[in-house]
């Protein structure tokens, strides 16, 4: 398996805050290699978070705008 696959790889629980403080650990090995846990992401200029709520993106779209209108 290609070494910089799995250094690019992120992993991410989604669930309700009740269900998410429930789980101790969580963790993926792949090649004797841990995979990065994160809290949120972005994919295709969506930022997605562990409780697939909105806030996130929401705090991400004025920046995006600002660039894109040159503030």
Not at 43 to 61: M, S, T
Request: charged share 20%.
């Amino acid at each position: 398996m290609n070494v910089n696959f799995i250094a690019k790889t992120e992993a991410m629980l989604f669930g309700t805050a009740p269900r998410l403080s429930d789980i101790d650990s969580f963790s993926i090995t792949i090649n004797n290699s841990q995979i990065k846990q994160v809290s949120q992401f972005k994919y295709l200029g969506v930022v997605f978070d562990e409780r697939l709520g909105w806030n996130d993106h929401i705090k991400y779209l004025p920046t995006k705008v600002g660039k894109r209108v040159g503030i």
